[in-house]
T-cell receptor
Framework: DAGVIQSPRHEVTEMGQEVTLRCKPI?????LFWYRQTMMRGLELLIY????????DSGMPEDRFSAKMPNASFSTLKIQPSEPRDSAVYFC?????????????FGNGTRLTVT | AQSVSQHNHHVILSEAASLELGCNYS??????LFWYVQYPGQHLQLLLK??????LVKGIKGFEAEFIKSKFSFNLRKPSVQWSDTAEYFC???????????FGTGTKLQVIP
């Protein structure tokens, strides 16, 4: 079990550029979550999917953020255009969704810095 | 909507001291409760979880938590902390058919040797 895999580990970009974060969940997990972690606001849920379908995107800050899950083994979080206030660590996590005995498994995160 | 509150933002303890971190949640239905730990520079890892049964749950590394339904609480405890317990601790609740997980704001624990 390779765990949840996120790429890149670090991303430094200039304001206005497009940023794409990638996530490969654990095989067999049918729920996928994107979280953002900052010192000021802690861990915020941005969006989550169940069986590749977005269930709740109310945490997505604004229209500049979008997320997709084209298949069970891949998801992206895109920010276009990026702004300095988007700087944070973005975590992807997966779980077996409707199974009651399934906690979240987190990836190592992507540290995004927007200058 | 469910929410989680952690009362302590930053706790400093000496080694061998006892630890209790508070966690309260608000949700009217059935919930599942978790404590996660994030060591410096790492991702979150599960410490322990409660789904049903015995409200006193034991996790890894000597941690335990007690679910008190009447108080909507799920406090984390450890009788004697070690320097290696220095980390940030997050309480979380999941509910609903899709098991949406909501985290508290976290408590930073610093253990002084």
């Amino acid at each position: 079990d390779a765990g949840v895999i996120q790429s890149p580990r670090h991303e430094v970009t200039e304001m206005g550029q497009e940023v794409t974060l990638r996530c490969k969940p654990i095989s067999g997990h049918n729920s996928l979550f994107w979280y953002r972690q900052t010192m000021m606001r802690g861990l915020e849920l941005l969006i989550y999917f169940n069986n590749n379908v977005p269930i709740d995107d109310s945490g997505m800050p604004e229209d500049r953020f979008s997320a997709k899950m084209p298949n069970a083994s891949f998801s992206t979080l895109k920010i276009q255009p990026s702004e300095p206030r988007d700087s944070a660590v973005y975590f992807c996590a997966s779980s077996q969704g409707t199974s009651y005995n399934s906690p979240l498994h987190f990836g190592n995160g992507t540290r995004l810095t927007v200058t | 909507a469910q929410s989680v509150s952690q009362h302590n933002h930053h706790v400093i303890l000496s080694e061998a001291a006892s630890l209790e971190l508070g966690c309260n949640y608000s949700y009217g239905g059935t919930v599942n409760l978790f404590w996660y730990v994030q060591y410096p520079g790492q991702h979150l890892q599960l410490l322990l979880k409660y789904f049903s049964g015995d409200p006193l749950v034991k996790g890894i590394k000597g941690f335990e938590a007690e679910f008190i339904k009447s108080k909507f609480s799920f406090n984390l405890r450890k009788p004697s902390v070690q320097w290696s317990d220095t980390a940030e601790y997050f309480c979380a609740v999941s509910s609903g058919c899709y098991q949406k997980v909501t985290f508290g704001t976290g408590t930073k624990l610093q253990v002084i040797p």
